[in-house]
């Protein structure tokens, strides 16, 4: 059992060993805390100083910056002024312009729909007595025509001469 006992002592012994070391970690980790603890509250100080300095001196520089962006605006506004002026200028210059045809065209449009409608009117006039002048033409033939056979059948039975209807065959051939 020597064996035994001598590995119950040396691990006995380790634990107590591990034991005494991880109570004198915390320890130090406590002690570790409160001497930073200065050194934290300084860092802090020094970054708040530090970002004052920054606000300090950066502060002119933002005025600085802001009257000559607002410079800038004036200026552009000072240059634009003469170029928007002349825009409106020439804006009323297109309006005016654009009237003026506007009143030239529509006068031109009524005089052509004017014209228009006066041509229209004397070309149907135009076809109208055209059509009753080939009415009559055509009806005028027709009865000269059934004249013609009348009076031939007339004389053809007095005087024999050919039937109504070899006359008949010959008009309509004269006719063509």
């Known amino acids: ?24 970690a915390e320890t ?6 409160l001497a930073a603890t200065p050194y934290l509250e300084k860092a802090e100080n020094f970054a708040e100083q530090s970002i004052n300095r920054v606000k300090e001196t950066a502060t002119p520089y933002m005025e600085k910056a802001e009257t000559f962006v607002e410079e800038t605006i004036e200026n552009a506004k ?6 928007l002026e002349k825009a409106e200028d020439y804006t009323e210059k297109a ?16 005089n052509v729909v004017n014209t228009v409608k006066e041509k229209a009117n004397a070309t149907d006039i135009k076809a ?6 080939a009415k009559a033409a055509r009806s005028e033939p027709i009865a000269s025509e059934k004249e013609k056979i009348n009076n031939f059948v007339n004389d053809s039975d007095s005087e024999n001469i050919e039937s109504p209807r070899e006359a008949i065959n010959r008009i309509e051939e004269d006719a063509d």
Do not use: H, R, Y
Request: proline letters at 2%.
């Open 28 to 33: 130090t980790i406590e002690e570790a805390k």
């Open 95 to 110: 309006k005016e312009a654009a009237n003026n045809c506007v009143d030239k065209a529509s006068a031109v449009l009524g």
């Open 128 to 133: 109208n007595n055209i059509a009753e002048d």
């Open 1 to 24: 059992m020597g064996l035994s006992s001598f590995f119950k002592n040396l691990f006995g012994s380790a634990k107590v060993t591990a034991n005494e070391v991880a109570n004198k």
């Open 78 to 83: 000072e240059a634009a002024k003469p170029i």
